[in-house]
């Protein structure tokens, strides 16, 4: 079967950008899985992700030496690198690692936002301050990030028109936080915060 040989046209303008763009999207995800594992403070993760992306990117880039008169394989190499950015965030956007900062500056009474978030042990700390049409409140509260999905539509339902931020958090030492369940053979939200 000569169609398959490395030699082949079938072979260099083909499949060898295919799997240059293959390798590329596998080590870029694992890229941004290790930078927001880092940024996280998850120590042990982070490193052996970069190994395994650090191992990929060789043998890609080996691939692109020993082909370089294939221009293909440049733009596979560049598309395999943008779709593994993308996936990244999207797998980590789905494992909703760590804590976030969410802060409210309701638009109308916080009685019933605060009464519902204290119900479900979220830790509050409500604050007086002076916004730039009077007298406000600013509610805060720390909590995992995959909970942020919850919390929207109830602070929505309560005080519609609410103006709120999240922030990413690194560590996290004591507080107020709702128990969760261990779930999974890997459960990421079981690291001790600092």
């Known amino acids: 079967m000569e169609y398959f040989?490395?030699?082949s046209f079938a072979f260099t303008w083909i499949i060898m950008?295919?799997?240059?763009?293959?390798?590329?999207?596998?080590?870029?995800?694992?890229?941004?899985?290790?930078?927001?594992?880092?940024?996280k403070g998850y120590k042990y993760i982070a490193p052996v992700l970069g190994f395994f992306e650090v191992i990929i990117w060789l043998v890609a880039v080996t691939?692109?030496?020993?082909?370089v008169d294939n221009p293909v394989s440049y733009v596979a190499y560049g598309l395999g690198f943008a779709t593994g950015t993308f996936i990244g965030m999207k797998v980590e956007e789905k494992l909703s690692i760590g804590k976030?900062?969410?802060?409210?500056?309701?638009k109308m009474e916080t009685k019933n936002l605060i009464e519902y978030m204290h119900s479900e042990n979220?830790?509050?700390?409500?604050?007086?301050?002076?916004?730039?049409?009077?007298?406000v409140k600013v509610i805060m509260s720390i909590m995992d990030?995959?909970?942020?999905?919850?919390?929207?539509?109830?602070i929505n339902k309560f005080n519609p028109h609410a103006f709120y931020t999240v922030e990413d958090i690194r560590s996290v030492?004591?507080?107020?936080?709702?128990?969760?369940?261990?779930?999974?053979?890997?459960?990421?939200?079981?690291r001790k915060s600092k």
């Open 5 to 7: 040989t490395i030699d």
């Open 17 to 39: 950008p295919f799997l240059i763009f293959l390798a590329r999207i596998a080590d870029q995800t694992i890229g941004s899985l290790r930078i927001i594992f880092m940024s």
């Open 63 to 67: 691939q692109i030496i020993k082909h």
């Open 100 to 106: 976030i900062l969410l802060r409210i500056i309701p």
């Open 122 to 135: 979220h830790g509050l700390t409500i604050l007086d301050a002076k916004g730039s049409h009077g007298d």
């Open 145 to 154: 990030r995959k909970d942020i999905k919850e919390i929207i539509p109830i």
């Open 173 to 190: 030492r004591e507080g107020v936080f709702p128990h969760k369940k261990r779930r999974g053979f890997l459960w990421i939200g079981s």
